[in-house]
C-alpha cells in the first residue's frame, strides 16, 4: 500500500531490472550436501535473489523537506567517477563538492575508515562491489551509500563500527549487505537526523563474538544536549538475520518508524528497543523465532505503537503504548510510503536486500505512484523476452560468488508457455560438496539426490514468468544439471 498521512492505496512497486547472466547447466552430478554445522561467511548479498526485480525508490525521513535540503540527492548528476583503488576512494570522498562515486571490485580501508563528505553518493558497480573495514560520516549531510557489501573485521578489530555517522543529517544507506562489526554495523549518533535505511541485510558470523549488534540511533541517554529533537530515522525492508543479537534497530529520542522489516536471528537477546525519549511506530514487519520482538530499553520515557505485525514462532516482551510520561505516539509519519502486508515481508525482503541494483543511479523521485498497481505478492518478475522452455518448467543455475571452502549457487525457475502452480527442481549430487543454507525454496535429500519445492509465495508463475532461490555451499562451486517439474 501507499501511505500518505491518513490516506492509503495500494502500493507499486518501482522496478530497476536485475537481471543476472544464468547458466543452463548440462553438466551432470556436481553438487553434495552434506551437513555444515559451523558458520560460514556468507558471500556478498546471500540473501538476496539477483534475478529478481526490486524497488529502488527513496521513502522515509530522508525523503523530508529540512535543514536546507529537499530531499536526499547525494551527489544528484554530477558526472559518475569509477572508483577501484583505496587511495581514490579516500581522496573523492571526502569534502563538500557533489560526485557520484561508483565503486567496483574490493577495497579495502585498514584500521582507519574512510571519511566521506557532504553531497556523495557512494555506490557499488554491482552486487560484488565491497569495502573491507568501514566508512565513517562527521558533520555536514546528503550522502547516499548504497549498493555495497561492508565487511567488518569481527571482534576486537578497527574500525569499530563497518558504517558510523554522527553530526549529519539527510543520510539514506539502502540495498547494503553490512556484516562483522566489532562493535555495530550501522551506528547513527551525536544529533544526526532524517535518517532512511532500507533494504539491507545485517549479520554476523561468529557467535562467540560478544558485541553481535545491527544498529544504533543514539549513543546514549545521557546525550540530550546533541540529539534533542533529532535521531528521526525510518527503516524499512531491513533483513535482520543470522547471529544478529540486538539493536534492529534500537531508538533514543527521536521518531523511528520501523515497517516491512523482516527478523531471523534466533536466539537474540532482542529485535527492535527504545528508550530515552523515542516514540516508535513498528508496522508490518515479519518476526520469526526470534526473542523480545520490541521491548523498551531503559527506564526513561518512551513510547511504542505496534500494528500489522506478524509474530510467527517468537517468545518474550512486545512492549507497546507508553512507558512514563512525556513522549506522544508516533502513527502518522510526515511523508508517503509503500506499505506490503506483513505476510509478503519474507519473500520481498529475502529477494530484494542487499546490493541487488544492477545499474543503480542518483535518488529516483520520491513522489508515490498514482496509477493503479499490481499484486505486491513476492517474488516473481516480469517475463524475460526470450523464449519461454518448451516444458512445464526449467531451471538454470549460477555461482554467485565463492571462498576458501565455500560458494553461493542461485537458481532461477521459470515457467514454459503455460502458467503453472508448484515446481520442483532436483539435481544430483557427488562427493564432497554440501549445503548448508538455503532461501525461497523447501530443501530435502534422499541419498545422492537433492530436491527443492516452492514456497508458499513463490510456487505460482505466470508463463514464462521467474523466481529465484538460493544456497549456500562447502567445497568448490560446479555447474550441476537441474530438471525442473511442475504438478
Known amino acids: 500500500m501507499i501511505q500518505s498521512g491518513n490516506s492509503v492505496r495500494p502500493r507499486r512497486l518501482r522496478m530497476s531490472a536485475i537481471v543476472a547472466s544464468a547458466v543452463t547447466l548440462t553438466v551432470a552430478g556436481a553438487l553434495a550436501i552434506p551437513s555444515v554445522s559451523a558458520a560460514v561467511p556468507t558471500p556478498h548479498g546471500a540473501s538476496v535473489a539477483a534475478a529478481v526485480a526490486c524497488d529502488d525508490r527513496l521513502y522515509g525521513w530522508a525523503a523530508v523537506s529540512a535543514n536546507g535540503v529537499s530531499t536526499t540527492t547525494g551527489g544528484g548528476n554530477a558526472p559518475t567517477q569509477n572508483i577501484t583503488s583505496l587511495a581514490d576512494l579516500r581522496q573523492y570522498a571526502g569534502g563538500s563538492t557533489p560526485r557520484v562515486l561508483r565503486i567496483s571490485g574490493t577495497i579495502s580501508t585498514g584500521s582507519s575508515p574512510v571519511e566521506v563528505g557532504s553531497n556523495k553518493t557512494l555506490v557499488g558497480a554491482d552486487a560484488n562491489a565491497t569495502?573491507?573495514?568501514?566508512i565513517n560520516i562527521n558533520g555536514g549531510g546528503n550522502i547516499i551509500v548504497r549498493n555495497l557489501n561492508v565487511q567488518g573485521g569481527g571482534q576486537g578489530s578497527s574500525p569499530a563500527d563497518t558504517i558510523a555517522a554522527r553530526n549529519a543529517h539527510h543520510l539514506w544507506f539502502d540495498h547494503l549487505n553490512l556484516w562483522d562489526a566489532s562493535d555495530g554495523l550501522l551506528d547513527l549518533t551525536r544529533g544526526v537526523d532524517y535518517i532512511t535505511v532500507s533494504w539491507s541485510k545485517f549479520w554476523y558470523t561468529n557467535s562467540s563474538h560478544s558485541h553481535r549488534l545491527a544498529s544504533l540511533v543514539g549513543g546514549g541517554s545521557t546525550h540530550g544536549d546533541t540529539d534533542s529533537g533529532k535521531l528521526n530515522a525510518t527503516y524499512h525492508h531491513n533483513w535482520f538475520a543470522e547471529l544478529v543479537d540486538q539493536r534492529g534497530p534500537r531508538m533514543l529520542f527521536g521518531k523511528g518508524h520501523i515497517y516491512n522489516s523482516y527478523y531471523t536471528s534466533a536466539g537474540n537477546a532482542y529485535s527492535i528497543?527504545?528508550?530515552s525519549y523515542a516514540s516508535v511506530l513498528v508496522e508490518n514487519n515479519y518476526f520469526k523465532n526470534v526473542n523480545n520482538p520490541h521491548r523498551f530499553q531503559d527506564s526513561n520515557p518512551t513510547y511504542i505503537t505496534a500494528r500489522g505485525n506478524v509474530y510467527d514462532g517468537t517468545s518474550g516482551r512486545r512492549d507497546t503504548g507508553a512507558q512514563g510520561s512525556g513522549v506522544t505516539p508516533f502513527t502518522n509519519p510526515p511523508y508517503?510510503?509503500?506499505?506490503d502486508n506483513a505476510n509478503d515481508v519474507p519473500g520481498i525482503v529475502s529477494n530484494c536486500?542487499?546490493?541487488?541494483?544492477?545499474?543503480?543511479?542518483?535518488?529516483p523521485t520520491t513522489?508515490?505512484?498514482?496509477?493503479?498497481?499490481?499484486?505486491?505478492?513476492?517474488p516473481t518478475t516480469t517475463p524475460p523476452t526470450t523464449n519461454p522452455p518448451s516444458g512445464a518448467c526449467s531451471a538454470t543455475?549460477?555461482?554467485v560468488s565463492s571462498w576458501s571452502g565455500g560458494f553461493q549457487g542461485e537458481v532461477v525457475v521459470r515457467a514454459g508457455n503455460a502458467p503453472i502452480n508448484g515446481w520442483t527442481v532436483r539435481w544430483n549430487l557427488s562427493s564432497g560438496q554440501g549445503i548448508s543454507q538455503l532461501w525461497n525454496g523447501n530443501l530435502s535429500t534422499s541419498g545422492s539426490s537433492v530436491?527443492?519445492?516452492?514456497?508458499d509465495y513463490n510456487g505460482s508463475l505466470p508463463a514464462a514468468g521467474t523466481t529465484t532461490f538460493g544456497f549456500l555451499g562447502s567445497g568448490s562451486p560446479s555447474t550441476p544439471s537441474l530438471t525442473c517439474t511442475s504438478p
Do not use: C, D, E, M
Open 273 to 275: 528497543g527504545t528508550g
Open 451 to 455: 530436491t527443492v519445492r516452492n514456497v
Open 353 to 363: 536486500a542487499g546490493p541487488k541494483l544492477s545499474n543503480p543511479t542518483t535518488p
Open 336 to 339: 508517503s510510503y509503500a506499505l
Open 367 to 378: 513522489t508515490p505512484p498514482t496509477t493503479t498497481p499490481p499484486t505486491t505478492t513476492p
Open 131 to 134: 569495502i573491507r573495514g568501514g
Open 397 to 399: 543455475y549460477r555461482t
